[in-house]
């Protein structure tokens, strides 16, 4: 085919690591894909957050494509946590190996995807007049891909420099003698504080929340370890796939506080110096027991006060409005000792808020700081942002924004009532952020695809979940987000980071391994839980047989 075709089998709209997959296995099946990428490049996620210090926070060698066994024996990752540039050039190899980049259209943001049901097809149009029909659409969106830009007083009157985290200039950004403020201390914001300090004149943090963040224990890898884990990779896939993470590790047998003291000091010590976000998981009760949080806090808020030596500093770098691992803890490089610096200043936004942003700078309600250049590092509207900034319309015209407006509600995350032959990777009600995004990906395209050929063993026409499937699936979810603690966070998961949102904890929390499992169940019992059309395709419905 080519990206002229008008009529093809799949639209796939999204070249993050989601979508580069599903191009590639839709393509094994004989299938005619377009794709289309709002980007001027492939990448998604590692595409646009270029700032300084931007790392992702699973290992390596676990981040990566595990479909291609020769790709994984070939590639060798240089450090224990890649950097954006690494993983960026990683995916553009992948998609070089494979010829995907020949399935898009780069800088071509899709606007509407639309569902007709005389022709049982999807018609997708972009911003550049393309449009295409398909059979099927699958919305590769991302889950942290459209940014949030706090509505705050006089922002768009500041004459500096600005930057979003999250659409990092591709130019080098030049800090050197220049006053630089940063708004969020989230994991972009902690990731670049350090490295923006370095050369900066001076840094002003503004921080509205403090956050938990454990030191990353980066470094190279060395030939033996990399020779190793290469030797035992389908192993180490296996057990990604099983546990709750997608990452080769599982806690401690026992609660934190069925052992004792020492023991419990043990365990944590080994996953602090394990280093970064899988500290969440030291213990299995850590994030649904209260008491077992609070140890686990105790001690990561010791660690925080060794780091600061101010010790007013340190209490206002401590998080007390949420348990530790119910936002996502951030895996860093330096923060904590960054403050102190002589040139970096914590402004606390719970004492002092900010009360308007003028050409010149931040006017707190005690202070105006005069600054050259502002960073936002203010997220994301997640899971949810990238998905309703399309005019997407099933059945009937059901708009999907309007269907979502009190909380998404989807069947396994994957696809949603009144929308046939509509699937989304890693989208809500999926383990998505919760666990290694690489491998839920794989795990979500692989489903689909089985599916297809599903639906292609009976002469089914279009797939569709029940609405009952949809309530149950949305009741399960928000059973395993109730019995632990993370529905007590301000977090994005719940959308409480953009004003007005639904608060909805949005991802599934039972873990990947568990949801694999009960997504190979629904296939094993004939996709319970959905309906299957094998009506005839009205004449120019385009039914693509392989
Ligand atoms: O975004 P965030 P992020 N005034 O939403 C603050 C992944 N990720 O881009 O908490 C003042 O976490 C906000 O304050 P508050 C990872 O999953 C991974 O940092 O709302 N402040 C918060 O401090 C991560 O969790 C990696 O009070 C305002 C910050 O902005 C997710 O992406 C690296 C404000 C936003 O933090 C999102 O991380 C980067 C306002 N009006 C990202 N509005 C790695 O792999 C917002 N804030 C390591």
Redesign the pocket.
């Given at each position: 085919m080519t990206t002229q075709d008008s009529h093809v089998d799949v639209v796939v709209v999204g070249a993050g690591i989601a979508g580069l997959y599903a191009v590639h296995r839709f393509r094994a099946r004989g299938m005619r894909v377009r794709g289309f990428e709002s980007a001027s490049g492939l990448g998604g996620t590692w595409f646009h957050?270029r700032y300084p210090g931007?790392?992702?926070?699973?290992e390596s060698i676990d981040y990566s494509y595990s479909f291609d066994e020769d790709l994984q024996q070939e590639w060798t990752w240089s450090e224990r946590f890649a950097t954006q540039e690494e993983i960026l050039r990683y995916l553009e190899h992948v998609a070089d190996r494979h010829d995907l980049r020949s399935a898009y259209e780069f800088s071509t943001r899709v606007t509407a995807a639309v569902y007709d049901e005389d022709t049982r097809q999807w018609t997708v149009e972009t911003d550049t007049g393309a449009s295409v029909t398909a059979r099927f659409c699958v919305l590769a969106t991302g889950v942290?891909s459209a940014t949030?830009m706090?509505d705050?007083p006089g922002r768009d009157t500041f004459a500096g420099e600005l930057h979003h985290?999250?659409e990092w200039p591709h130019q080098p950004v030049d800090f050197g003698g220049k006053r630089v403020g940063i708004?969020?201390?989230?994991?972009?914001?902690?990731?670049s504080i350090p490295i923006i300090a370095e050369s900066a004149d001076h840094v002003f943090v503004?921080?509205?929340?403090p956050?938990y963040s454990i030191p990353a224990r980066n470094r190279p890898l060395t030939p033996e370890f990399v020779a190793e884990v290469k030797a035992t990779y389908p192993e180490r896939r296996r057990l990604s796939r099983l546990s709750g993470g997608g990452s080769p590790y599982t806690p401690h047998p026992k609660g934190a506080l069925e052992v004792d003291a020492a023991e419990r000091i043990r365990v944590f010590d080994e996953w602090w110096d394990r280093g970064g976000?899988l500290f969440a998981k030291a213990f299995p009760d850590q994030t649904s027991d209260p008491a077992a949080n609070a140890v686990a806090r105790e001690y990561v808020e010791a660690e925080i006060r060794k780091l600061v030596r101010d010790p007013e500093i340190a209490e206002q770098l401590i998080p007390t409005d949420h348990p530790i691992g119910t936002?996502?803890i951030?895996?860093d490089s330096g923060y904590f000792e960054t403050y102190n610096r002589a040139n970096v200043t914590l402004v606390n936004?719970r004492r002092t808020p900010?009360t308007e942003i003028t050409a010149s700078g931040v006017c707190t309600s005690e202070q105006i700081y005069d600054l050259d250049m502002l960073v936002f590092?203010?997220?994301?509207d997640?899971m949810t942002g990238a998905l309703s900034r399309i005019d997407i319309r099933g059945r009937d015209g059901r708009e999907l924004r309007a269907e979502w407006s009190a909380g998404p509600r989807t069947y396994l995350g994957l696809a949603v009532a009144g929308f046939p032959n509509m699937f989304i990777l890693s989208g809500p009600g999926s383990p998505s952020?919760l666990a290694n995004m690489v491998l839920t990906a794989e795990q979500h395209v692989d489903w689909i695809a089985e599916c297809l050929d599903f639906m292609d063993e009976r002469n089914a026409c279009t797939i569709e979940p029940t609405s009952e499937a949809v309530s149950d699936w949305v009741a399960e979810c928000n059973a395993k987000a109730a019995a632990t603690l993370f529905p007590t966070a301000?977090s994005?998961y719940l959308g409480?980071?953009i004003p007005g949102k639904p608060r909805v904890f949005m991802p599934y929390i039972g873990g990947f391994g568990a949801y694999s499992a009960i997504c190979d169940d629904v296939a094993a019992a004939g996709y319970q839980g959905f309906e299957l059309d094998a009506a005839e395709v009205p004449s120019g419905g385009g039914h693509h047989r392989r």
């Open positions: 957050n931007a790392r992702c926070d699973v942290l949030n706090p705050i985290t999250g708004i969020g201390t989230g994991s972009s914001g902690i990731q503004f921080q509205r929340s956050n976000v936002k996502r951030v895996t936004l900010i590092a203010t997220g994301f997640a952020v301000d994005w409480a980071n």
